[in-house]
T-cell receptor, first 116, second 116 residues
């Protein structure tokens, strides 16, 4: 069965520093990968997704993620964070059943706290 | 477009009471979902629907019921509220084509439910 592990529950970082939020998954078939962001008291918003092709995916707000099939990882990065990036970030995976798509499985989330 | 809307935003229930959480989308998406979010646990799928008249259980369906009579609406029913159902509930929708995958889900703002 598929699963998603976000290795850090909380990541504190200073403003303008780089950040990496780690995500590993397990699955016996091909997968689609997503990162969502949740600002306080709001719903989830898509940051970026990997479907196929280039393993480096760029998203909104300067975030990017790299799909590494051999390490079954999909880590999220930003070279310079802002106070406004303070939020909870969720990695999610769904399995590819030869074109159709399984339900999303979410990690437990990583709270990014950007300090001035 | 309003996207995905949810009502109410907040609700306090007494044990044993019942209520319906409303969800509507105006994007003509065929798939709709209900999740619950508990602190540190990510999102868990309660029920989902692949189209009007078709629903299926997710990971944590016990204590909940759903119906889907129209494309736009997907209400979630709690029949006998229990303290374990205290959570934040999110509705989401997506467009899925069985020939291709990689769809993203669009989330509503959530309903915060407390059962005492």
């Amino acid at each position: 069965a598929q699963s998603v592990t976000q290795l850090d529950s909380q990541v504190p970082v200073f403003e303008e520093a780089p950040v990496e939020l780690r995500c590993n998954y397990s699955s016996s078939v091909s997968v689609y990968l997503f990162w969502y962001v949740q600002y306080p008291n709001q719903g989830l918003q898509l940051l970026l997704k990997y479907l196929s092709g280039s393993t480096l995916v760029k998203g909104i707000n300067g975030f990017e993620a790299e799909f590494n099939k051999s390490q079954t990882s999909f880590h999220l990065r930003k070279p310079s964070v802002h106070i406004s990036d303070t939020a909870e970030y969720f990695c999610a995976v769904s399995e590819d059943y030869g074109g159709s798509q399984g339900n999303l499985i979410f990690g437990k989330g990583t709270k990014l706290s950007v300090k001035p | 477009n309003a996207g995905v809307t949810q009502t109410p935003k907040f609700r306090i229930l007494k044990i044993g009471q019942s209520m319906t959480l409303q969800c509507a989308q105006d994007m003509n998406h065929n798939y709709m979902y209900w999740y619950r979010q508990d602190p540190g646990m990510g999102l868990k799928l309660i029920y989902y629907s692949v189209g009007a008249g078709i629903t299926d259980k997710g990971e944590v369906p016990n204590g909940y019921n759903v119906s889907r009579s129209t494309t736009e609406d997907f209400p979630l029913r709690l029949e006998l509220a229990a303290p374990s159902q205290t959570s934040v509930y999110f509705c989401a929708s997506s467009y899925s084509n069985r020939l291709t995958g990689g769809y993203e889900q669009y989330f509503g703002p959530g309903t915060r439910l407390t059962v005492t």
